[in-house]
Nanobody, 124 residues
């Protein structure tokens, strides 16, 4: 049974940091972090295809602040978030696809599996 379990969401002050974790039941080639902001649509935040560090993608608004890391040995996908802003508030979900990323990017929403999400709240 496929399972993606996110954890690490919390309430923090502006400028704070959080580390989200996604424990995956299987090894997936394409994985990503997405968020749904209040009243907004789901958007891709960061993703990775394969296990090589260079195959990472970030949304423009998180570049330099967020870092995605994949520990394939442990089956965990991390999202390190620094210098958090109120607009980063939302539900963060992990997504995964067995094979190559659909649409050629891990930030594409066309993943096969999704986790339940974890809430991140950034207070000003």
């Amino acid at each position: 049974q496929v399972r993606l379990a996110e954890s690490g969401g919390d309430s923090v002050q502006v400028g704070g940091s959080l580390r989200l974790s996604c424990a995956a039941s299987h090894h997936f080639r394409c994985m990503g972090w997405f968020r749904q902001t209040p009243g907004g649509e789901r958007e891709g935040v960061a993703g990775v295809e394969g296990d090589l560090p260079m195959n990472r993608s970030y949304a423009e608004y998180v570049k330099g602040r967020f870092t995605i890391n994949k520990d394939s040995a442990k089956g965990i996908l991390y999202l390190e978030m620094n210098n958090l802003k109120p607009e980063d508030t939302g539900i963060y979900s992990c997504a995964a696809t067995w094979g190559p990323c659909n649409g050629g990017s891990p930030l594409s929403p066309n993943h096969e599996y999704w986790g339940q999400g974890t809430q991140v709240t950034v207070a000003s």
